[in-house]
């Protein structure tokens, strides 16, 4: 078949840009959008002084703590390190007795809660 004789165009498929090294597949835009990467910094920034405020309401107060293994132990919550690292306690009970002050690794700790009202928890 020469040119030009019942010669069909056949449209070119652009296909996007493969994925950088480090990504995790196709992603139309490169890099994070400076509205969405100020959004997601403010959400950080919120999320963090609700955890601090957490932190200075439980200081003083009866806590229950859950550690790895299943262990659950309660305490007086004294104060947090540093990213809640370590945190400070009075008057530990665990199952070997009653612990004057201690230090709880903050890796071994899944979780803590303790009652915001005047009751005790």
Known sequence: MTPGEDSVPVPVLRLPRGPA?????FEPRRGPQPQEEAEAQRARARLRARFLRALGAARGRPAR???RGGVRLEATFGA??????ALLVEALRTPLGLQEAALLRGTDLIGFGFRLGSGES
């Open 65 to 67: 703590f859950r550690l």
């Open 80 to 85: 947090a390190e540093r990213e809640a690292a």
């Open 21 to 25: 090294g480090g990504s995790r597949g």
